[in-house]
Each structure stands twice: as structure tokens, then as C-alpha cells.
């Protein structure tokens, strides 16, 4: 059963010029994108930096007005709302059911706060009494694998990886519906990147968590994630369940990310390879397929002709001119 349904969103922001500020363009940072997230699946976004994903996670929050399209999001069983036009004043009593994680464990917690005081914010803003308060800040903080003392304690204290431990348990405070996890684990050292995963795969199971999780690159989201989505200049162009995407990528942009993954054994790469030159700019993004400028495998129709995101197996959809032609199995 879907959680949220994202359909055809657009957001673009109008560049204006001249004295009467008229509108001469526009940035299209997120052009027509859908997808679905069902109860207890995580799935993966990613692309390079401006690819849109950051966008798409704002407006899922309502911290952006689009511009057009639907999020339908399951408040209640089977029922859906659109957050998209919902007026703010019923947008608000759902927040609590979509929580986020952010990137940066130093700047997301106020450093003048007590731990404690941190994770217990959004259940004081929900009206819990006091003491329920406080049993639910203990059970949090032993979710989240951190000593029951480190309530009384300040951020400062805290190691990276620890703060995002308590931005986590913040997150689930109020036991939400869906998580939107940006970056979560950027910031962070590789060494400390395994253990925040492993907590949120700890977290799937015993939780059911469903989540959005957000990232630049492949390396992160490949045991965390049921699906991947892969956005780029706006839009998806791939999406796929997590292993038959590692496994044979059929968008050729896939393949540069994942080309640009560290392997252990470089030789397991094969011949993947890396995208040259750099990400289009979405206020001028070049005709046909976006990617065409920087892919190895373009013809003649890729210059003019934009690919739609195309089902080509069960649960795998992809826009390229190429897909079937250069499946991976061989070609690549
Ligand atoms: Fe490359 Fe053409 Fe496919 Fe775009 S449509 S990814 S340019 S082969």
C-alpha cells in the first residue's frame, strides 16, 4: 500500500530581468517528477549536487510551493491528501506524521539546548504532558543507541556521529509516518557514514520505518534503500529496485554514478563509465535529453528528441533512446 504518491511535480523559479522585472526564463529544478514510496520502503534519491532532489524532499515538506503536480500522502489508511494545494493552516496538524533528518549534525541542533530538551522539542510543540515527555526522550535515546545520562548533556559534548544519532531521535520522536532523511550521512566520516547506516537499518526493521532518503551518490544508499530513483537536470531517469540497479544499470547516467563509486577491486567496475564535462544548468538545460551533451552513448535523436521515463521490466523505468539497445547484460 502507497504512503505517498509524487506525481508530475514541478518547481521552477521565474528569472526576471529589466526594470519592470519581467520574466525572462525560468530554473526548472524540478521538472515533472513522479514516484511512489510504499508503507515500510525506503527509497533512495540521488544525483549530483543541483539535480533537483534537495527540491523535491523541500516541497514533500511543504517548506516549498510548487509550481504543479500532486503529493498525495496517506494521513490515514487508504486516505490521501495532496500536499501540494492542502492550505497551510491543514498542513500543519500533518507535519507530525513527516519528520526530517538533516544533513549537518552540527548546525541542526541548537548548541544551547540540552539533549534531552532536543529530542523531547517536538512532542512539548504536539502538547505531551511532562512526563510522558521524559519516558519517551529515555526510550528514544535507547533506540538510537546513546547512554540514558547524554540527556543532560549539551551537543558540544557529542561527536558528529552521536549528534546524528540525536537528530534521529528527534526525528522519530512522534512516531511519523514517513522520514525524509537529507544527506543524513554526509557530513560524516566513512568509518562513522557505516555505523549511522547501520543504525537506520536497525531502525527499518524494528520500526517499519518508511523513509525518503536523499543522497549525491550510490555509495551510501545501497543497503538502505528497497529502490533507487536517479534525478537528473529535474527529472528521474531511472528508477529501480536497489540490487537490479547496482546489478545492470540501464541509463547511462546511472553508470557514470555508479562508475564513480570506490570499489575494492577497481577491475569489478568493468568498463562503467564516467560522465565527462559537467551537470547541465537547469535554467538552460540543452535540448532533447538532458544528458546528451555528457553521455558516451548519444546519437543523433538524443540532440533533439527528450526521452520519457519508460516501464522496461517489473518495477524498472527508464528514459533513454538507448535503454533496450545497450542492456546490460552485454553491451556495457
Ligand atoms: Fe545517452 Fe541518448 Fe540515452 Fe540520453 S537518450 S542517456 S543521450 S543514449
Not at 242 to 250: C, E, F, G, I, S
Request: glycine share 6%; with cysteine.
Amino acid at each position: 500500500m502507497n504512503l505517498l504518491e509524487v506525481q508530475d511535480l514541478k518547481k521552477h523559479y521565474p528569472i526576471r530581468a529589466g526594470l519592470l522585472q519581467r520574466e525572462v526564463g525560468r530554473v526548472r529544478a524540478v521538472d515533472g517528477v513522479s514516484f511512489h514510496i510504499a508503507k515500510g520502503e525506503t527509497l533512495a534519491l540521488v544525483g549530483e549536487s543541483g539535480c533537483g532532489k534537495t527540491t523535491v524532499s523541500r516541497c514533500i515538506l511543504r517548506a516549498l510551493t510548487v509550481t504543479s503536480g500532486a503529493i498525495r500522502f496517506a494521513a490515514k489508511e487508504g486516505e490521501f491528501v495532496d500536499l501540494a494545494t492542502l492550505p497551510k493552516r491543514q498542513v500543519r496538524p500533518l507535519r507530525r506524521h513527516i519528520q526530517m533528518i538533516f544533513q549537518d549534525p552540527y548546525a541542526s541542533l541548537n548548541p544551547r539546548m540540552l539533549v534531552g530538551d532536543i529530542i523531547a522539542e517536538p512532542l512539548k510543540v504536539n502538547g505531551v504532558p511532562a512526563a510522558e515527555r521524559r519516558d519517551r526522550v529515555t526510550e528514544l535515546l535507547e533506540l538510537v543507541q546513546m547512554p540514558p545520562g547524554a540527556r543532560s548533556r549539551f551537543p558540544h559534548a557529542f561527536s558528529g556521529g552521536q549528534r546524528q544519532r540525536v537528530g534521529i531521535a528527534r526525528a522519530l520522536a512522534l512516531n511519523p509516518k514517513l522520514v525524509v532523511a537529507d544527506e543524513p550521512v554526509s557530513a560524516l566520516d566513512v568509518s562513522v557514514q557505516a555505523q549511522i547506516i547501520n543504525l537506520l537499518l536497525d531502525l527499518q526493521d524494528r520500526l517499519g520505518l518508511s523513509m525518503l532518503f536523499v543522497a549525491h551518490d550510490l555509495s551510501v544508499v545501497r543497503h538502505v534503500s528497497d529502490r533507487v530513483a536517479v534525478m537528473y537536470v529535474g527529472r528521474i531517469v531511472e528508477v529501480a529496485p536497489t540490487d537490479a540497479l547496482y546489478r545492470a544499470p540501464l541509463h547511462p547516467y546511472t553508470e557514470a554514478l555508479l562508475a564513480a563509486v570506490p570499489a575494492p577491486d577497481p577491475a569489478r567496475r568493468g568498463h562503467r563509465r564516467i560522465a565527462q564535462g559537467d551537470v547541465a544548468d537547469p535554467a538552460n538545460p540543452p535540448p532533447g535529453c538532458a544528458f546528451h551533451p555528457r553521455c558516451p552513448y548519444a546519437i543523433d535523436r538524443c540532440r533533439v528528441d527528450r526521452p520519457e521515463l519508460t516501464p522496461v521490466s517489473d518495477g524498472r523505468w527508464v528514459s533513454c533512446h538507448r535503454a533496450e539497445e545497450l542492456d546490460l547484460a552485454g553491451v556495457r
